[in-house]
């Protein structure tokens, strides 16, 4: 029988969480973190409506899981995020030292690869699930908002 | 006259946020957040007590320092920060154009100039501003943890 749990599984959860980001005039970036097939913190961009930098979606997620587990380490647990994390959600993520980075899009630019932040050993990250449509919804979302202005 | 706003006034109450730390078992790292002399966030290392890798002292006092001024931007803002920031925080400085980053001790291996952080064009970075006080607080917390174990 086929594993209905599998990357593209979670992450059409994270682009569902960027849908909802898009939805509120938020750059529309998604996550969910998810242990044994279970997803334990669900979240999306939210730095227009806190007016704070930090919130992105990942640190949104790795407070959330934490607060779940009651422990700060997400050992055993994969993120799923629709972008490619900038340096400040690797550097959290490699404090959390989370076993499995999954992400959608890259981000040449600003993306944790090409500026070359640190993750933890125990890391393991890929990319490339559901790319196109992760990218697709960025793109309209800054079409949109160039319309706007 | 002598300007009693100089940085070693800051620096001396980002120390006193880290001794807050201290007192609470917490890795002892403080931080305040500075605008025309007056500061507007005070924040330290909350990791345990929250279970919370992001909760670093720089990271809240970024988000105080928003909330205060009703926007996400740190302009003509200066951090004044016991330890140099690691990756994570210094991500988030980045996305935040803070004017100006002042720490105390040097972290040779988790600070983000070894590791080659990216900060804002903007953001000018100095350090060593009551590093010999940062550090030695530092070290005390760790031998006494050593201790206790």
Not at 12 to 26: M, P, S, T
Not at 76 to 94: F, I, R, W
Not at 95 to 116: F, P, T
Request: hydrophobic share 40%; charged share 25%; with cysteine.
């Amino acid at each position: 029988m086929e594993n209905p749990f599998d990357d593209i599984y979670f992450m059409k959860k994270a682009l569902q969480e960027a849908e909802a980001a898009f939805d509120k005039g938020e750059v529309p970036v998604g996550a969910v973190i998810v242990i044994d097939n279970k997803i334990i913190a669900r979240a999306h961009n939210l730095t227009e409506l806190l007016n704070d930098v930090t919130a992105h979606a990942e640190m949104q997620a790795i407070t959330a899981a934490s607060n779940y587990l009651g422990g700060k380490y997400l050992l055993k647990c994969t993120l799923y995020v629709t972008l490619e994390p900038c340096q400040m959600c690797a550097g959290a993520l490699h404090w959390s030292q989370i076993s499995k980075i999954v992400y959608g899009a890259r981000d040449e630019e600003r993306g944790c690869m090409n500026l070359g932040t640190k993750l933890h050993p125990k890391t393991e990250m890929v990319g490339g699930v559901l790319a196109e449509e992760s990218s697709q919804l960025l793109k309209r979302f800054f079409i949109e908002r160039r319309n706007l202005n």
